[in-house]
T-cell receptor, first 112, second 106 residues
Framework: NAGVTQTPKFQVLKTGQSMTLQCAQDMNHNSMYWYRQDPGMGLRLIYYSASEGTTDKGEVPNGYNVSRLNKREFSLRLESAAPSQTSVYFC???????????FGAGSRLTVL | KNEVEQSPQNLTAQEGEFITINCSYSVGISALHWLQQHPGGGIVSLFMLSSGKKKHGRLIATINIQEKHSSLHITASHPRDSAVYICAVAGNQFYFGTGTSLTVIP
């Protein structure tokens, strides 16, 4: 019962580099989310996918892209990293919109 | 604008004390969630509720839909309860509070 698995756990990038955060869930959930968590702020939604084949922007989508590869996997890509993207990123999934969220362990990203 | 407000932001308690964390929200919701984030960073769901009250062990969550308010209570607090507690509401999307950092001193 792995739940939500996200990789990598830690990453350091230089400004302008690209990277992809991977997320996979094994609970047959329909909805998947990417959030960022910054000190003093609540979790903020970057992108979400309500179901396989759909993705939508959240509150802070600029500088990010996502891919819902299949029902299990939802990846987040930073095409050209900026220091403002230094944050802890959480992937989460739920059976559907308002249901219980299951979170991954988080990925701490530092952009120098 | 903050759709979800939590209070207090920080809370220190002696072991055994009764603790209350409050959450107020301003949007229409279908459910309210209480989450726990331990110092290691992982986030787990404690409760999802849309009315009334739920209890799990020493934790009790209540919600008043008319007043748009929820409380999380911890009875007989223990140092292992030390964590950040986050209120989240599910409307057309999830909105999160900034969390209440709880420290329980032995």
């Amino acid at each position: 019962n792995a739940g939500v698995t996200q990789t990598p756990k830690f990453q350091v990038l230089k400004t302008g580099q690209s990277m992809t955060l991977q997320c996979a869930q094994d609970m047959n959930h329909n909805s998947m989310y990417w959030y960022r968590q910054d000190p003093g702020m609540g979790l903020r939604l970057i992108y979400y996918s309500a179901s396989e084949g759909t993705t939508d922007k959240g509150e802070v989508p600029n500088g990010y892209n996502v891919s819902r590869l299949n029902k299990r996997e939802f990846s987040l890509r930073l095409e050209s990293a900026a220091p403002s993207q230094t944050s802890v990123y959480f992937c989460a999934s739920s059976l559907s919109g308002a249901n219980v969220l299951t979170f991954g362990a988080g990925s701490r990203l530092t952009v120098l | 604008k903050n759709e979800v407000e939590q209070s207090p932001q920080n809370l220190t308690a002696q072991e055994g004390e009764f603790i209350t964390i409050n959450c107020s929200y301003s949007v229409g919701i279908s459910a309210l969630h209480w989450l726990q984030q331990h110092p290691g960073g992982g986030i787990v769901s404690l409760f999802m509720l849309s009315s009334g009250k739920k209890k799990h062990g020493r934790l009790i969550a209540t919600i008043n839909i008319q007043e748009k308010h929820s409380s999380l209570h911890i009875t007989a607090s223990h140092p292992r309860d030390s964590a950040v507690y986050i209120c989240a509401v599910a409307g057309n999307q999830f909105y999160f509070g900034t969390g209440t950092s709880l420290t329980v001193i032995p």
